[in-house]
């Protein structure tokens, strides 16, 4: 209990010294996060909407693969990226692991199934409702595109905002193509993950405490924003 509390007490203290080494993590996290959110959304809600309304070969096997990837755990997510881009992979040249952009493309596709099946969960009770609407105003496809994005707006808010709590939680596939490098490629869960390594639990339950605080905050933010447009 000693620990918590002390946890606790140590959270406030890295926020109101504004602790230099804390809030670099924090703000990479928060740019390998959001930037990995940012891309995957557009993708993800585009993808799912497609895949929604209209159908193609291998539909339902298409659905079952992004429906089972959603739950494809982490580590094995990093590792195929991994080798992907190892010296010996078919992208080794580009030689991204251990950058901030390698863990950035680890978390799209590790979010973007999410994303993907979420939106293709709200899209499927409405769109042909939706799409019957757009023929009678005569919509055009971006104007289509754009009434399914308005009367969808609360289902693909949860989708973000799942996808959102999955990237800036994850810690096996960041370590694994990152490698936790000081100054470099440490963000918040890699650092939980080293400080209990090295018994710093009160520091560790402090940056963990943050994490929790920065996720409420942005989605806090995400619901605002559906609330605001459903106004």
């Known amino acids: 209990m000693n620990i918590i509390i002390e946890g606790i007490k140590e959270a406030f203290r890295l926020i109101f010294s504004l602790d230099a080494e804390v809030f670099e993590v924090v703000l990479l996290s928060l740019r390998v996060s959001l930037t990995s959110l940012l891309v995957a959304g557009v993708l993800g809600i585009f993808l799912g909407i497609l895949t929604s309304k209209y159908q193609f070969p ?24 991994y080798i992907l881009f190892m010296r010996r992979g078919p992208l080794g040249s580009l030689r991204l692991n251990y950058t901030v952009t390698i863990m950035i493309i680890a978390q799209i596709l590790m979010i973007l199934p999410i994303i993907i ?56 596939a960041v370590m694994i193509v990152g490698g936790n490098i000081d100054g470099k490629t440490r963000v918040m869960t890699t650092y939980i993950s080293q400080l209990k390594g090295m018994g710093e639990y009160e520091r560790a339950l402090a940056v963990g405490i943050i994490l929790l605080l920065i996720s409420f905050v942005v989605n806090t933010i995400l619901y605002h924003f559906q609330r605001e447009k459903s106004v």
């Open 58 to 81: 291998l539909k339902h096997l298409f659905m079952r693969l992004i429906y089972t990837l959603m739950g494809i755990p982490p580590v094995l997510c990093g590792l195929l990226v």
């Open 117 to 172: 099946g979420l939106t293709i969960n709200a899209a499927g009770e409405k769109q042909d409702k939706i799409s019957r609407l757009a023929r009678t105003l005569g919509a055009s496809p971006v104007q289509m595109m754009g009434l399914f994005l308005f009367e969808l707006r609360g289902g693909l808010v949860v989708a973000l905002v799942s996808g959102f709590s999955r990237a800036i939680s994850e810690v096996g």
